[in-house]
């Protein structure tokens, strides 16, 4: 498990400075119009990746909040009451994150 998330970083590392270097080139220089569509390209890029990423930790997120939950009514089912409105609120905050992701998304689309 700790492998993968070491080549998952090291992925996204690698990803994250090659768009940085991308879009550091001026136009002219690189021989390309200055209506390029590697910009454009690139925020698409950006923004299926940025609700790809979201959307798949705070799925995670949300198993992890519910397990505990479950495994805490499982082992005392007198403290459902007690577990029950910190539960919802930790999955509407995980959710709210998400759909910042989202709109986020939505505004580099429009940039294209």
Do not use: C, H, T
Not at 11 to 39: C, I, K, N, Q, Y
Not at 64 to 75: C, N, P, Y
């Amino acid at each position: 498990m700790k492998k993968a998330i070491v080549y998952l970083l090291f992925a996204l590392a690698v990803v994250s400075l090659s768009a940085a270097v991308v879009m550091a080139a001026e136009p002219a220089a690189a021989g390309v119009a200055s209506d390029s569509g590697s910009a454009k390209g690139m925020l698409a890029i950006a923004s299926g990746l940025a609700i790809a990423i979201a959307a798949a930790a705070g799925a995670i997120g949300q198993g992890k909040l519910m397990s505990s939950s479950i495994e805490g009514i499982a082992r005392n089912p007198g403290a459902q009451q007690k577990l029950f409105i910190p539960m919802i609120l930790g999955l509407v905050f995980i959710e709210s994150l998400v759909i910042y992701s989202l709109v986020i998304a939505f505004f580099l689309q429009a940039k294209i």
